[in-house]
């Protein structure tokens, strides 16, 4: 399966900045995934990353706040924008393999 | 709508004890998944199945797609094993998105 490189694995951020993280696949994927972990809670989907097209967002995330690139079918970035304490959270990306979901190491990111 | 819900939502034990892990989803599905979260948050995958029974060493699955469960079983428990095991499942209506239960928080007592 594909072995997916996620940068930083974790950071402290003043709020008002913004972070971006990002994920390297070791093989080219369609489709790429990013996801938040807030405290305690589950995993939430926040948009899928196709390469050469916008990101599609999920009930709840919008573009202005984590705006995504996917250049290539083995890269991609998440930002996190104007951040606040909220989005403390442990971020991570995804592929979608032959036999089931791969992920990355994640971010996690305390805003402060 | 579509569902994903896991029990117990957590569980304590002695090393050495088993237990079992219960995944009830909502609908027909393309692909389930157990995952391990270890303390520094990483997702470990311990089982793709979809359907049928496997085994890796202490661990073992078992999803039965008509009646829309799996569990995960894990034997002689070892305080390594603690963390937080996720069911996750991509539905047939749902096809390309993966949706997390709320986890099963494991405690192994030494």
């Known amino acids: 399966s594909a072995v997916i490189s996620q940068k930083p694995s974790r950071d402290i951020c003043q709020r008002g900045t913004s972070l971006t993280i990002q994920c390297q696949v070791d093989s080219q994927v369609t489709m790429m995934f990013w996801y938040r972990q807030q405290p305690g809670q589950s995993l939430t989907l926040i948009a899928t990353?196709?390469?050469?097209?916008?990101?599609?967002?999920e009930s709840g995330f919008v573009i202005d706040k984590f705006p995504i690139s996917r250049p290539n079918l083995t890269f991609s970035t998440l930002t996190v924008s104007n951040m606040s304490p909220e989005d403390s959270s442990i971020y991570l990306c995804s592929t979608r393999q032959l036999y089931g979901y791969t992920f990355g190491s994640g971010t996690r990111l305390t805003v402060v | 709508g579509i569902q994903v819900e896991q029990s117990p939502p957590d569980l304590i034990l002695q090393e050495g004890a088993n237990s079992t892990l219960r995944c009830n989803f909502s609908?027909?599905?393309?692909?389930l998944q157990w995952f391990h979260q270890n303390p520094w948050g990483q997702l470990i995958n311990l089982f793709y199945i979809p359907s049928g029974t496997k085994q890796n060493g202490r661990l073992s699955a078992t999803t039965v797609a008509t009646e829309r469960y799996s569990l995960l079983y894990i034997s002689s428990s070892q305080t390594t094993d603690s963390g937080v095991y996720f069911c996750?499942?991509?539905?047939?209506?749902?096809?390309?998105?993966?949706?997390f239960g709320d986890g099963t928080t494991l405690t192994v007592k030494p």
């Open positions: 609908d027909s599905v393309n692909n």
């Open positions: 990353a196709n390469q050469g097209s916008e990101a599609t967002y």
């Open positions: 996750a499942v991509e539905f047939h209506t749902n096809a390309g998105k993966s949706t």
